[in-house]
């Protein structure tokens, strides 16, 4: 086989002629059985896309022979068939698109060659915020506020719907962009009418990094930087080393009173602990036939919490009964069997004589119900664990130290003396006395502030919502409610959510317990939780009180959720209800009294806890398929607001004054020469950073801190606090960006210790300043900057800023320990070359300050280490090998040109 058009063969469907790339060339030669279902889909794309010069005929070998035991590095290109975008990190890609659009019309080219080349859906559904609660009306308050927030990005993106091919807009307030992929724009197979009815694979990449919750469909796709989705609208190939496939058998059946929530973050739990980052993994076993498919999405939502590129399930009966459930068209859904079928990608059958890279399993009558906290979704703790468990980090926290006789005045042991110890946080704690509404209560450390079930991961899943329904349902019932003090909201994915519980009459009982809707979107998990009552805040401060918070999100990273919430959980919605109504993360859930009902009895958990069984029936009575097909029939219009937003209709965008929408700088001056790699020489550390450095931490989403950089712009620019808004609303503007990078409120710089936020020194004075006044003095000293940093750098979202804001910054080099996939990829999308540590050294190992002068020679196309040399303040050198993380000869390419757009542009201006 030298072409791939020798694998093109037809394929009869209800009458039809269709065609599609067939395996059986290769089969004659290699037994593509051994493929895994992923490993399947890769191998189809490669074949598709054969004739093109970024497809190597011995990558599809390569691939198709896949031999585990005798495995290599190889770079692949994969074409995804369509892009998903959310606002947050789509507004920023749009804005670059209009920039090429300027710079390309600058180089000699044409506006319109900036067009996306396959199907592009933007899904706004990150701007909402929590500002009303607790009310009949809050989704309308919200939403008003949100239009007045954000008109001047909306205005724009409907521009950009106008004036791009293939790019539509979902407006405000109809769901989430992995829920609506879900229940909606999901193809899983394609059919392309004008190259003779081909028929392929859905596949996709998307800027949120929860893109992989369609991995439960069976729809290989994950989530990447907002440049390398770019790219990939303008026809550019995804390039990657061919992924290690890990095999995850589930066995068995989950037990009565476990949920979802509980088996996904048990599962997170395993998979990060046995190192999964960049690789794919795939579900099998019998225990995925016991598995709804909103199930799957759920553990598939939390790939990047375990740091996978993905995690997929095989396409089977389960997933032919949810197409039908929501709405999808009859005909297609039977050409998707016929054709998986045909191709021996259907069901668990098609994994049967899968070989994996490596094999995990999992028994599931063995999960037990579960929350994950305080920092991390992958730290999970038993629930009957959870009250102590918060005990002993508040020790950490607050703790006494007891003191030894034998401690020095530098407060060190001295020697012979006894080890010192912490002391619980005293029990005793009076708290602090706050009035709020018509209520009186003690504040305490512990107490639970914000209860949230929010969208991600959960709303997609009927049985969990159903659930905290029926929770709240029977907590009412025995007359117990809500804490005062605790801020109550309820933002599902998706509209269907709402039509499900209002016919099951369950809307009620959670709003009687003020679980009112919020709108549907992104709210606490992205940072959007709205500010707290004052009076909480005051206290909170008063007290300097170790609040929690309860959501049934994704994400709980420092800083996150809410600036003034340090011990942040997650947990499944009746497990949010229920510590809603406990009022404290310090009692034990499974034990003690949340409350007492109207005769002065102690009401459990285990009182209030619905029965699987109901859960079931209720599900079967009030959902099915005229929800969805009503629900999406005009999904793309909008309300009054949307429609009747005043649009300027032209090519090229006319960047009109705004502190949300600015042209960038990034294309500012570019020729179509290629520049020179140059030597960094006597750079200064700006950062030196620790372990698990988030991109939250580089880039926040949340809150604008009042005494930040940021904040100062703003002010500077006329706009009041109020209006401040977040990170992630302002990322189509550079300034307030860049000055947002590294000034997440609880950053830990050690280049300036004892701080947090956004804080540095500047060397060599020692001068502690604010990073960016840093940056910007170097800069201005022409002097290039590099970050040091531990392991895991850059885990988290598929943040595109906390790679632009470094290069805007001037970081011209990062070396940490280890990187997360998409951040190190999006820090080559920038022209940022990203080293690592070899083996065990570290910044601290080979003792490296951060207050020394750093030189990296010019790197090479295919070399893989470069010698480090750093130089002390009395001018003593010494030097250390590094890592080059250029990882492809694509890669390298981007790297060269500084950055991949600028890779794509030129190549776009001279064709």
């Known amino acids: 086989m030298t072409k791939s058009i020798q694998s093109l063969k037809p394929l009869e469907i209800n009458g039809e002629t269709c065609h599609y790339y067939s395996f059986d060339s290769l089969a004659e030669k290699y037994d593509i059985s051994r493929l895994p279902f992923a490993a399947k889909i890769l191998l189809e794309n490669l074949l598709r896309h054969a004739e093109h010069d970024f497809v190597q005929q011995g990558d599809i070998e390569t691939l198709a022979k896949w031999d585990v035991d005798n495995w290599q590095d190889t770079e692949i290109s994969f074409v995804p068939s369509r892009v998903v975008l959310q606002d947050f990190t789509g507004v920023p890609a749009v804005v670059d698109l209009a920039a090429m659009r300027d710079a390309i019309v600058k180089m000699g080219g044409s506006a319109d060659k900036i067009n996306p080349l396959n199907p592009v859906e933007l899904v706004i559904d990150h701007s909402v915020m929590v500002d009303v609660f607790g009310k009949a009306d809050a989704m309308e308050q919200n939403t008003a506020i949100e239009f007045q927030r954000n008109k001047e990005r909306y205005q724009f993106l409907r521009w950009g719907q106008q004036s791009f091919d293939n790019f539509k807009v979902v407006p405000p307030g109809r769901g989430i962009v992995h829920q609506v992929n879900l229940e909606y724009l999901a193809r899983v197979v394609f059919k ?35 440049i ?25 059946k989950l037990p009565s009173g476990t949920t979802a929530t509980d088996l996904v973050l048990t599962v997170t739990e395993q998979l990060r602990a046995a190192g999964v980052v960049g690789k794919f993994v795939e579900f099998f076993g019998s225990g995925v036939n016991e598995l709804t498919l909103a199930d799957r999405a759920t553990i598939a939502n939390m790939a990047p919490e375990y740091g996978a590129t993905c995690g997929i399930f095989p396409i089977d009966n389960q997933t032919i009964d949810y197409l039908q459930l929501t709405g999808r068209d009859s005909e297609h859904i039977e050409r998707i069997k016929l054709y998986l079928k045909t191709m021996g990608m259907w069901g668990t059958e098609s994994q049967d004589n899968a070989v994996y890279n490596s094999r995990l399993s999992l028994q599931l009558d063995t999960v037990v119900p579960s929350i994950a906290g305080p920092k991390r979704p992958q730290d999970r703790i038993s629930l009957d664990h959870a009250g102590a468990a918060y005990q ?66 959960n709303t997609s899943n009927p049985s969990v919502l159903i659930a905290a329904g029926l929770l709240a349902r029977n907590a009412r019932q025995r007359g117990l409610n809500v804490k005062p003090w605790v801020k109550t909201s309820f933002a599902p994915g998706s509209q269907v959510v709402t039509d499900y519980l209002h016919k099951s009459g369950l809307n009620e009982d959670l709003d009687a317990l003020g679980f009112q809707l919020v709108g549907y979107g992104c709210t606490t998990c992205i940072g959007n ?38 011990a942040n959980y997650l947990a499944s919605p ?49 959902i099915d398929s005229s929800m969805f097909i009503s629900r999406y029939a005009d999904v793309y219009s909008g309300n009054k607001d949307w429609q009747n937003m005043e649009v300027v209709q032209s090519q090229k965008y006319d960047w009109p004054d705004s502190t949300y929408v600015k042209l960038p700088p990034f294309f500012a001056n570019i020729s179509a020469k290629i520049p020179e ?28 801190a009042l005494d930040s950089p940021a904040a100062e712009y703003l002010k500077q620019e006329g706009v009041s606090v109020k209006d401040f808004n977040s990170y992630g609303s302002r990322r189509g503007n550079h300034e307030v960006m860049m000055r947002g990078t590294f000034a997440n409120v609880r950053l830990r710089n050690l280049l300036a210790p004892g701080t947090e936020g956004c804080w540095t020194r500047m060397m060599p004075s020692g001068e502690k300043m604010s990073v960016f006044d840093a940056a910007m003095q170097y800069q201005q000293q022409k002097i290039a900057s590099i970050v040091l940093a531990g ?43 990203p080293l690592q540590f070899m083996s065990d050294d570290s910044a601290d190992s080979l003792n490296i300050t951060g207050e020394e002068k750093f030189s990296i020679s010019a ?53």
Not at 558 to 566: D, K
Not at 678 to 699: M, P, Q
């Open 192 to 226: 392309k009418t004008d190259e003779n009815n081909l028929l392929y694979p859905d596949t996709l990449v998307g800027t949120d990094s929860h893109t992989t919750m369609i991995n439960g469909l069976g729809v290989l796709g994950w989530g990447v930087g907002g």
């Open 228 to 252: 390398e989705a770019e790219a990939a609208m303008l026809g550019q190939p995804v390039t990657m080393l061919l992924p290690e496939i890990v095999g995850f058998e589930l066995k068995g």
């Open 392 to 457: 002993d980090w508040l020790t950490l926290q607050h703790g006494v130290q007891k003191t030894s006789s034998n401690k020095d005045e530098s407060g060190f042991e001295s020697e012979g003396g006894q080890p010192s110890v912490l002391l619980p946080a005293s029990d005793e704690d009076p708290g602090i006395p706050c009035k709020y509404g018509d209520e009186e209560f003690i504040l305490k450390h512990g107490s639970v502030v914000i209860a949230a079930i929010t969208s991600c991961t």
């Open 529 to 566: 939780s709205g500010p707290l009552p004052l009076e909480i805040s005051e206290a909170i401060h008063q007290g300097d009180l170790s609040v929690t918070s309860v959501l049934s999100g994704n994400r709980n990273f420092e800083g996150r959720i809410h600036p003034e919430i340090q």
């Open 574 to 622: 009746p497990l949010v209800v229920a510590y809603a109504l406990a009022g404290n993360m310090k009692i034990d859930i499974t034990t003690d009294s949340l409350g007492d009902d109207d005769s002065g009895n102690p009401v459990y958990l285990h009182d209030i806890w619905p029965d699987s069984q109901e859960i079931k029936e209720v599900i079967k009575n009030v």
């Open 677 to 704: 790699i140059k030597t960094i020489e006597n750079a200064r550390c700006l950062l030196k950073l620790g372990d698990s450095v988030t991109t939250d931490h580089i880039s926040p989403a949340g809150s604008i």
């Open 791 to 833: 392991k895991e750098y850059g885990t988290g979202s598929s943040r595109d800023w906390a790679a632009k804001g470094p290069a805007l910054l001037g970081v011209k080099a990062v070396i940490a320990q280890s990187y997360e996939r998409i951040h190190r990829s999006n820090l080559v999308g920038m022209g940022i070359l």
């Open 859 to 911: 790197v090479k196309s295919g070399q893989k280490t470069v010698t480090v040399f750093v130089t002390n303040e009395d001018g003593n050198q010494r030097s250390f090998e590094a890592k080059i993380r250029i990882d492809t000869p694509n890669e390298f390419s981007y790297y060269q040109h500084g950055g991949i757009l600028h890779y794509v542009l030129r190549n776009l201006a001279t064709t």
